[in-house]
Structures are given as C-alpha cells and as structure tokens.
C-alpha cells in the first residue's frame, strides 16, 4: 500500500502562482512515476504532468511553459510549480503514484481556484 498526501491547493487571481506537493509512504518501489492528474467540473480527468523517479518528465499541451513537475526522491515527494494561472486550471488537483508492480495509487485531491 502507499499512501499519497497533498497539500498546497488554494484561491487565487489570474496570472498568480501555486506549488502543489504530494509526499508518498508505505511500500514505494523503485522505478516509479509519479504526478499529477486534474479534474475540472463536468469535464474529464486529464494528465498535467508526471515525473519517473529517474526524472523523464512528461507536460499536457496546455500546461507546458507555465508548470514544472520535480520530485525529492529522498523524501518522495512531487511537486508541481503552477506559474501564470489561467481560469481553466479552475479543477480538483490529484497526485497519482504508479510502481513498477503496475499497482496505482491516487490522493485525496486538492483544489485549485484561479478567479478571472
């Protein structure tokens, strides 16, 4: 089992900045991925970003430029560095956990509400 913890969501205007964190414990294996997925009202869940744990990062379209994905593995913990926020990044916020087994995990979720 691994358990996921989030912290770092929050209200704030356009343009601003947010860094979201998810720290990891349990039974983490080594290689794994980790990141972060988001899921705004009446739309789908979408991938923003993820990290393996050798640091091959992957963005979505609409979130390259603006966010950075980076992980502490001795802590294992994720972060996701949010710059320039627009209205449509308005969404609950989850960190998911992939291990090598092929078992995921997912947090609580956090939200993140960027006000025009």
């Known amino acids: 089992q691994v358990q996921l913890v989030e912290s770092g969501g929050g209200l704030l205007q356009a343009g601003g900045s947010l860094r979201l964190s998810c720290a990891a414990s349990g039974s983490i294996a080594v290689p794994n991925s980790m990141g972060w997925y988001r899921q705004a009202p009446g739309k789908q869940l979408e991938l923003v970003a993820t990290?393996?744990?050798?640091?091959?990062?992957t963005y979505a379209d609409s979130v390259k430029d603006r966010f950075t994905i980076s992980r502490d593995n001795s802590e294992n913990t994720v972060y996701l560095q949010m710059n320039s926020l627009k209205p449509e990044d308005t969404a609950v916020y989850y960190c998911?956990?992939?291990?090598?087994?092929?078992?995921?995990?997912w947090g609580q979720g956090t939200q993140v509400t960027v006000a025009s």
């Open positions: 998911r956990y992939a291990g090598s087994t092929g078992y995921t995990y």
């Open positions: 990290i393996t744990s050798g640091g091959h990062t």
